[in-house]
């Protein structure tokens, strides 16, 4: 079969007839390898979505006399239908092939991305530019099938592309159904004239949750396909970190001289999607930011904007009003949240029901955190919540929320639980409108409450059964939340959000608790301007700012302050004089939230941070002094997120006696680990995960005989686990998920004792050693059905392990 396919496309054979014949491949092959089907099937579909670019750049090239540039192409596809062809050949059950295929249609995607990138520069003429999209598409799907194909079912593993997709629906929506059917009457309508559709309400009334179901909604997704983009703008618009984003989520890079040029470049981009519509979806745009949704509109065919707001925008034309919940909707929604179905829950007379629902006002956000405190509560409880709705209400009153009196009563039901409610109070040392890691609000709360790990944990389950904030899961996650919370990411509604910021800011600057200070622009706070020195007494200090922030510090004092949270946009980056005197810091946070890495200025004084127990560093560039600074006898904890590692991490000692715990993620160009590494015998917990240039441990590794916890997932250059492992005898959780490189487990995984659980998520090319017999206490291993089923060949020997199947 493969013979006779490969031999239709004749030497010398146009683009076209290249093209015919790899795609007459994937046909034949799809129809008769349902092993490789489900990539053939999406392979298929998109070299049939490029054909008429494909006949269009032939002839831009022929005109042009440009025949090597048609031979490159040619010879990519000739090795496309190589690879198809060896595919059909594999047998299911040859893992070890079937991942080195994998592997070479990503090199080939390489290559294809490589040549297209080089060869056919975008500005030679609009054809090219939207073959050079389409077979970016291509390259990324791909990749995203090809190492599904080694066993994961083909979720995406890029870490960043997909940052604008829509949001899940976490509940079926209550009172949605009238705007849900007018708004897919103005999306699906071709309709040139009202491009921008503005969706306005109060805070809390459903905005999100009606913009989330639209993008949902089956009719709409078939429209638009994979052209749905949802943005969170929130107060501060920055045009660039909104383009940026845009462009990670589809799979693309650019440099921007100005914002003019990222618009101009976005603009060029949305056009070569075509001639899909378009959907792009603006949330939360504040008043003022009119200007935001004015640049991003764009002469594109069948391109339309969803605003959402709390504001109005009359130069969009007449706003699309949402009203709150009528008494029905807000009765249904209420009764869903707060009694358990099972008619266990205690509920009271429908008055009381009544009176709770009608002071919620028909807005969702309040009869959803109201709803789901009650849930299980007494008699006394319900009488004493109605009666501080009340008493909320006179108190709040001067802020001008009216939704934020019931948000008050769900916080002030936290007082017999004081650390969950402080633990409440801290979210508003994040960013509006961005995702906050599990880890570091549990790092927060160990140091600013003196909560043990447990307590803390617990503290972030309690706010989320309260509807304070909700958990996203990023992959799979064990039931045991002490020791895997670190794949669990935060959102918050931006109201909790300015409550909480309202509750911090009560008293004099000098006397608050926590200090949190957002600064937009270079509009610093009145008590900043003075620059006079400030002597503060908080124990948690907060910056936010954003791409304008010059750096120009404010003179303080802050003797008390055991955590510093740092969150900016800036491209460089100098840490604040003052540190130097925060003589009891033990929890210092670095987030940078723009696009690239920030260098960063003044890091040397960390070194002078000598209770400093815990660092995390957010997306930045490590300064070639790194280690030497973090010298320090008391840190705990480091934790490297989407930096860039140089040679910060290269020929350098490492003195850090007491260390417990590394993590180290989405750190890409980190080769190998430091020497002296494996000298860190205290380490209990190391996570190396997404860091896709890493190819080896060292050999030595078997030295940290303390380790009880490793996680390598998605390091796949990682060709081995070196045969020291055995030596870790204290290790319970080992998580090698999506290393596609190794083959084969060592022989030493046997003298494992203490090993508890394993993951092997997407881990079907690597060989299991007979040794794995004398694993007799393992309990749990997680991987996806090929892997179980290696492992189900061993479940006599092992009568304790549980077997289980799961996908990314």
């Not at 959907?279 to 009119?290: F, H, I, K, M, T």
């Not at 639980?417 to 633990?423: D, L, R, S, V």
């Not at 304070?468 to 931006?494: C, F, M, N, P, W």
């Not at 303080?556 to 540190?579: D, G, R, S």
């Amino acid at each position: 079969m493969a013979a006779s396919l490969l031999a239709s496309a004749a030497p010398g054979a146009g683009l076209e007839v290249a093209f015919g014949s790899f795609l007459r491949v994937i046909l034949e092959v799809r129809r008769s390898n349902a092993m490789f089907a489900p990539t053939l099937k999406l392979l298929e579909e998109t070299m049939e979505s490029i054909r008429p670019s494909i006949r269009r750049i032939e002839t831009f090239n022929r005109d042009f006399d440009r025949p090597d540039e048609i031979k490159g192409l040619q010879d990519l596809m000739k090795k496309g239908e190589d690879l198809v062809c060896k595919c059909s050949k594999i047998h299911r059950y040859n893992y070890v092939k079937k991942a080195f295929f994998a592997k070479k249609l990503v090199k080939l995607d390489e290559s294809i991305r490589r040549y297209i990138d080089t060869i056919l520069p975008l500005h030679q003429t609009s054809d090219v530019k939207e073959t050079l999209y389409e077979m970016r598409l291509l390259s990324t799907q791909i990749r995203n099938l090809s190492i599904g194909a080694s066993g994961g079912g083909g979720s995406n593993k890029s870490g960043f592309v997909g940052v604008c997709s829509p949001p899940g629906l976490k509940v079926v929506p209550v009172g949605l159904e009238i705007p849900v059917k007018d708004l897919k009457g103005k999306l699906l309508k071709d309709d040139e004239v009202s491009q921008v559709i503005v969706v306005s309400a109060p805070g809390g009334c459903g905005k999100t949750t009606l913009a989330t179901a639209l993008c949902q909604d089956a009719n709409i997704k078939d429209k638009y396909k994979g052209n749905i983009f949802f943005v969170t703008v929130s107060k501060s618009p920055n045009v660039l970190v909104i383009v940026e984003r845009l462009f990670q989520h589809m799979g693309s890079s650019a440099g921007f001289l100005s914002e003019e040029d990222a618009v101009h470049q976005l603009e060029n981009l949305l056009r070569f999607r075509g001639p899909e519509p378009i959907l792009l979806v603006l949330e939360d745009v504040w008043s003022g930011a009119e200007f935001l949704v004015e640049r991003l509109k764009f002469p594109i065919t069948d391109y339309k904007i969803l605003v959402t707001s709390r504001f109005e925008f009359p130069r969009f034309g007449p706003s699309y009003k949402l009203k709150t919940l009528n008494n029905a909707d807000a009765m249904t929604l209420f009764s869903h949240l707060a009694f358990l179905p099972d008619g266990n829950s205690y509920r009271p007379d429908q008055d009381v029901v009544n009176e709770i629902v009608e002071v919620c006002m028909g807005f969702p956000l309040a009869i959803s955190v109201v709803g789901k405190s009650l849930c299980g509560k007494s008699a006394a409880e319900w009488s004493k919540r109605i009666k501080e709705c009340t008493e909320a209400s006179s108190i709040l009153a001067n802020f001008g929320f009216e939704l934020l009196p019931c948000l008050q009563t769900s916080v002030d039901a936290l007082n017999n639980n004081t650390a969950a409610k402080e633990c409440y109070m801290d979210l508003g040392s994040f960013p509006e409108g961005q995702k906050i890691p599990a880890s570091t609000l549990v790092d927060t709360w160990i140091e600013c409450h003196k909560l043990e790990e447990d307590d803390a944990i617990a503290n972030l389950y309690e706010l989320s059964e309260r509807n304070l904030i909700d958990l996203v899961v990023t992959r799979y996650a064990r039931k045991d939340a002490s020791e895997d919370y670190g794949s669990i990411i935060v959102l918050q509604h931006d109201l909790l959000r300015e409550l909480a910021i309202i509750q911090s800011s009560s008293g004099s600057i000098e006397h608050r608790k926590r200090l949190l200070v957002d600064v937009s622009g270079n509009k610093i706070p009145e008590w900043w301007a003075e620059q006079r020195q400030l002597f503060i007494r908080a124990n948690l200090l907060s910056f936010c700012t954003d791409n304008m922030f010059s750096s120009s510090w404010c003179n303080i004092t802050a003797p008390e302050v055991e955590v510093l949270v740092l969150n900016f946009q800036t491209k460089n980056y100098t840490l604040p004089w003052f540190m130097r005197g925060m003589d009891k810091l033990k929890l210092l946070i670095v987030a940078n939230y723009g696009f690239f890495p920030a260098e960063l200025s003044n890091f040397q004084l960390v070194g002078s941070l000598s209770n400093l127990k815990r660092i995390r560093l957010e997306k930045v560039s490590l300064p070639s002094f790194f280690m030497a600074s973090l010298q320090l006898e008391k840190l705990e904890k480091m934790s490297l997120v989407m930096c860039s590692v140089g040679q910060a991490l290269s020929n350098t000692a490492i003195r850090m006696p007491n260390v417990v715990e590394i993590n180290i993620d989405y750190c890409n160009d980190l080769v190998e680990l430091p020497n002296g590494f494996c000298d860190l015998v205290r380490l209990r917990k190391l996570g190396i995960t997404n860091c896709r240039k890493l190819s080896a441990l060292p050999e030595d590794l078997g030295f940290l005989e303390n380790l009880e916890v490793l996680r390598l997932s998605s390091c796949i250059e990682l060709l081995e686990l070196p045969d020291t492992i055995g030596r870790l005898r204290n290790l319970r959780i080992l998580d090698i998920s999506e290393c596609l490189s190794i083959t084969k487990l060592p022989e030493q995984i046997s003298e494992l004792n203490s090993l508890r659980n394993l993951c092997m998520i997407d881990c079907s090319s690597c060989e299991l050693p007979w040794s794995v017999v004398n694993l007799v206490h393992l309990l749990e291993v997680i991987g996806d059905e090929e892997t179980a089923n290696s492992w189900k060949n061993f479940a006599s020997f092992l009568p304790n392990l549980a077997i289980k199947v799961s996908k990314l």
